[in-house]
Protein backbone atom coordinates (compact mmCIF):
# COMPACT_ATOMS: atom_id res chain seq x y z
CA UNK A 1 0.00 0.00 0.00
CA UNK A 2 0.82 3.32 -0.12
CA UNK A 3 3.45 4.98 2.58
CA UNK A 4 3.75 8.48 3.29
CA UNK A 5 7.20 9.21 5.42
CA UNK A 6 7.88 12.96 7.01
CA UNK A 7 11.12 14.28 8.54
CA UNK A 8 11.96 15.32 11.01
CA UNK A 9 9.81 13.71 13.35
CA UNK A 10 10.15 16.75 15.91
CA UNK A 11 11.61 20.11 15.61
CA UNK A 12 12.77 22.84 17.74
CA UNK A 13 12.27 26.53 17.02
CA UNK A 14 13.00 29.88 18.62
CA UNK A 15 10.59 31.85 17.89
CA UNK A 16 11.22 33.95 14.77
CA UNK A 17 13.08 30.52 12.57
CA UNK A 18 11.72 29.30 9.60
CA UNK A 19 10.86 25.57 9.68
CA UNK A 20 11.05 22.90 6.56
CA UNK A 21 9.30 20.07 6.58
CA UNK A 22 9.43 17.17 4.39
CA UNK A 23 7.11 14.60 3.28
CA UNK A 24 8.46 11.73 0.91
CA UNK A 25 5.64 9.14 -0.29
CA UNK A 26 5.99 6.05 -1.94
CA UNK A 27 3.26 5.94 -5.38
CA UNK A 28 1.63 8.14 -7.44
CA UNK A 29 -0.66 10.63 -5.31
CA UNK A 30 -3.27 12.24 -7.17
CA UNK A 31 -3.72 14.90 -3.84
CA UNK A 32 -1.33 16.00 -1.10
CA UNK A 33 -2.49 18.13 1.84
CA UNK A 34 -0.71 19.19 4.76
CA UNK A 35 -2.78 19.26 7.97
CA UNK A 36 -2.05 20.96 11.35
CA UNK A 37 -3.27 19.10 14.47
CA UNK A 38 -2.42 21.36 17.80
CA UNK A 39 -1.84 19.58 21.10
CA UNK A 40 -4.91 17.84 21.86
CA UNK A 41 -6.90 19.74 19.15
CA UNK A 42 -8.36 18.77 15.65
CA UNK A 43 -7.08 18.31 12.65
CA UNK A 44 -7.21 21.47 10.26
CA UNK A 45 -6.66 21.32 6.55
CA UNK A 46 -4.10 24.07 5.90
CA UNK A 47 -3.52 23.75 2.16
CA UNK A 48 -3.98 21.44 -1.06
CA UNK A 49 -0.70 21.08 -3.25
CA UNK A 50 -0.38 18.18 -5.60
CA UNK A 51 2.49 19.60 -7.63
CA UNK A 52 4.11 22.81 -8.00
CA UNK A 53 4.27 25.47 -5.44
CA UNK A 54 1.78 27.24 -3.54
CA UNK A 55 1.60 29.86 -0.81
CA UNK A 56 -0.93 31.00 1.71
CA UNK A 57 0.08 33.76 4.52
CA UNK A 58 3.27 32.41 5.95
CA UNK A 59 3.11 29.17 4.43
CA UNK A 60 4.30 28.11 1.43
CA UNK A 61 4.61 24.39 -0.17
CA UNK A 62 6.50 22.80 -3.10
CA UNK A 63 5.49 19.20 -4.42
CA UNK A 64 7.26 17.10 -7.41
CA UNK A 65 5.22 14.92 -7.87
CA UNK A 66 7.88 13.13 -9.76
CA UNK A 67 10.05 12.53 -7.44
CA UNK A 68 7.10 11.79 -5.39
CA UNK A 69 8.67 14.64 -2.27
CA UNK A 70 6.77 18.09 -1.10
CA UNK A 71 7.92 20.31 1.78
CA UNK A 72 5.71 22.86 3.65
CA UNK A 73 7.96 25.79 4.37
CA UNK A 74 6.77 28.22 7.86
CA UNK A 75 8.36 31.42 7.42
CA UNK A 76 8.90 33.46 11.06
CA UNK A 77 7.56 30.79 13.12
CA UNK A 78 5.08 31.92 16.35
CA UNK A 79 4.45 29.80 19.44
CA UNK A 80 1.50 29.36 18.33
CA UNK A 81 2.82 27.68 15.45
CA UNK A 82 3.83 24.91 18.18
CA UNK A 83 2.17 21.15 17.34
CA UNK A 84 1.90 18.69 14.53
CA UNK A 85 2.09 18.78 10.81
CA UNK A 86 0.75 16.13 8.91
CA UNK A 87 1.28 15.23 5.45
CA UNK A 88 -1.78 12.88 3.47
CA UNK A 89 -1.56 11.88 0.06
CA UNK A 90 -4.62 10.35 -2.22
CA UNK A 91 -4.53 7.49 -4.10
CA UNK A 92 -6.91 6.12 -5.77
CA UNK A 93 -10.18 6.74 -3.99
CA UNK A 94 -11.08 9.52 -1.84
CA UNK A 95 -9.51 8.09 1.63
CA UNK A 96 -6.46 9.47 2.35
CA UNK A 97 -2.99 8.06 3.79
CA UNK A 98 -1.33 9.70 6.20
CA UNK A 99 2.35 10.35 7.62
CA UNK A 100 3.69 10.16 10.76
CA UNK A 101 3.72 13.67 11.35
CA UNK A 102 6.31 16.37 12.34
CA UNK A 103 5.61 17.86 15.48
CA UNK A 104 6.57 21.45 16.07
CA UNK A 105 7.50 23.13 19.27
CA UNK A 106 8.32 26.90 18.61
CA UNK A 107 9.67 28.53 22.13
CA UNK A 108 9.18 32.45 23.18
CA UNK B 1 -21.57 26.13 11.24
CA UNK B 2 -20.65 24.06 14.28
CA UNK B 3 -18.48 22.24 12.49
CA UNK B 4 -18.37 18.01 12.70
CA UNK B 5 -19.77 16.96 15.74
CA UNK B 6 -18.32 13.63 17.87
CA UNK B 7 -19.99 12.46 20.38
CA UNK B 8 -19.22 11.10 23.03
CA UNK B 9 -16.29 13.09 23.65
CA UNK B 10 -14.94 10.49 25.86
CA UNK B 11 -15.71 6.77 26.41
CA UNK B 12 -14.24 4.56 28.77
CA UNK B 13 -15.73 0.84 28.20
CA UNK B 14 -14.79 -2.66 29.61
CA UNK B 15 -13.13 -5.28 27.39
CA UNK B 16 -15.74 -7.37 25.50
CA UNK B 17 -18.59 -4.36 25.64
CA UNK B 18 -19.59 -2.50 23.27
CA UNK B 19 -18.83 1.08 21.96
CA UNK B 20 -21.07 3.23 19.19
CA UNK B 21 -19.74 6.46 18.26
CA UNK B 22 -21.75 9.26 16.89
CA UNK B 23 -21.09 11.66 13.93
CA UNK B 24 -22.90 14.56 12.90
CA UNK B 25 -21.13 16.04 9.45
CA UNK B 26 -21.31 19.43 8.23
CA UNK B 27 -24.63 20.25 6.61
CA UNK B 28 -24.91 20.04 3.24
CA UNK B 29 -21.63 17.77 2.61
CA UNK B 30 -21.86 14.41 1.32
CA UNK B 31 -18.66 12.76 2.21
CA UNK B 32 -18.20 11.52 5.67
CA UNK B 33 -15.35 10.11 6.40
CA UNK B 34 -14.07 7.87 9.39
CA UNK B 35 -10.36 7.58 10.79
CA UNK B 36 -8.57 6.16 13.75
CA UNK B 37 -5.13 7.98 15.30
CA UNK B 38 -2.90 5.96 17.66
CA UNK B 39 0.51 7.18 18.94
CA UNK B 40 1.32 3.83 17.27
CA UNK B 41 0.00 3.66 14.22
CA UNK B 42 -0.76 7.17 13.69
CA UNK B 43 -3.58 8.22 11.29
CA UNK B 44 -5.40 5.06 9.61
CA UNK B 45 -8.68 5.67 7.10
CA UNK B 46 -11.35 3.10 8.23
CA UNK B 47 -14.35 3.79 5.79
CA UNK B 48 -16.17 6.54 4.28
CA UNK B 49 -19.61 7.08 2.99
CA UNK B 50 -20.94 9.18 -0.09
CA UNK B 51 -24.49 10.36 -0.05
CA UNK B 52 -24.66 8.11 2.93
CA UNK B 53 -23.58 5.10 0.69
CA UNK B 54 -20.74 2.65 1.75
CA UNK B 55 -18.01 3.58 -0.90
CA UNK B 56 -14.95 2.02 0.92
CA UNK B 57 -14.60 0.17 4.30
CA UNK B 58 -11.25 -1.30 3.05
CA UNK B 59 -9.67 -0.03 6.86
CA UNK B 60 -12.24 -1.78 9.07
CA UNK B 61 -11.16 -4.68 11.16
CA UNK B 62 -14.20 -6.56 9.57
CA UNK B 63 -15.57 -9.00 12.73
CA UNK B 64 -16.52 -6.21 15.27
CA UNK B 65 -16.26 -2.84 13.71
CA UNK B 66 -19.43 -1.49 11.41
CA UNK B 67 -20.60 1.82 10.25
CA UNK B 68 -23.60 2.95 9.01
CA UNK B 69 -24.92 6.17 7.97
CA UNK B 70 -28.77 6.27 8.36
CA UNK B 71 -29.91 9.91 6.91
CA UNK B 72 -27.54 12.60 6.08
CA UNK B 73 -27.00 14.38 9.04
CA UNK B 74 -25.17 11.74 11.21
CA UNK B 75 -23.14 8.59 11.55
CA UNK B 76 -21.96 6.00 13.33
CA UNK B 77 -19.29 4.03 14.35
CA UNK B 78 -19.80 1.04 16.50
CA UNK B 79 -17.57 -1.63 18.04
CA UNK B 80 -18.46 -4.79 19.49
CA UNK B 81 -16.99 -6.82 21.94
CA UNK B 82 -14.11 -3.88 22.57
CA UNK B 83 -10.86 -5.24 22.73
CA UNK B 84 -8.01 -2.94 24.41
CA UNK B 85 -6.16 -2.48 21.34
CA UNK B 86 -9.18 -0.73 19.92
CA UNK B 87 -8.22 2.42 22.32
CA UNK B 88 -7.96 5.30 20.28
CA UNK B 89 -9.18 8.58 18.90
CA UNK B 90 -11.63 7.90 16.74
CA UNK B 91 -12.02 10.69 13.84
CA UNK B 92 -14.89 11.31 11.84
CA UNK B 93 -14.55 14.14 9.12
CA UNK B 94 -16.38 15.39 6.37
CA UNK B 95 -16.19 17.13 2.47
CA UNK B 96 -18.78 18.82 0.23
CA UNK B 97 -18.07 16.39 -2.07
CA UNK B 98 -15.57 13.32 -2.11
CA UNK B 99 -12.22 13.69 -3.72
CA UNK B 100 -8.51 15.09 -2.14
CA UNK B 101 -9.14 18.65 -4.03
CA UNK B 102 -12.21 19.30 -1.45
CA UNK B 103 -11.39 20.58 1.91
CA UNK B 104 -11.75 17.72 4.70
CA UNK B 105 -13.39 18.87 8.00
CA UNK B 106 -12.19 16.64 11.28
CA UNK B 107 -14.16 16.58 14.27
CA UNK B 108 -12.53 16.88 17.30
CA UNK B 109 -12.93 12.95 17.88
CA UNK B 110 -13.78 10.38 20.48
CA UNK B 111 -11.43 8.93 22.85
CA UNK B 112 -12.24 5.25 23.45
CA UNK B 113 -10.32 3.31 26.13
CA UNK B 114 -10.83 0.19 26.23
CA UNK B 115 -9.98 -1.28 30.09
Known amino acids: GQQVQQSPSSLVLQEGENAELQCNFSSTATQLQWFYQSPGGSLVSLLS???GTKHTGRLTSTTVTKERRSSLHISSSQTTDSGTYLC??????????FGGGTRLTVRP | NAGVIQTPRHKVTGKGQEATLWCEPI?????VFWYRQTIVQGLEFLTY????????DSGMPKERFSAQMPNQSHSTLKIQSTQPQDSAVYLC?????????????FGAGTRLSVL
Open chain 1, 88 to 97: AIEGAGAKLT
Open chain 2, 27 to 31: SGHSA
Open chain 2, 49 to 56: FRNQAPID
Open chain 1, 49 to 51: NPS
Open chain 2, 93 to 105: ASSLDWGGWNTLY
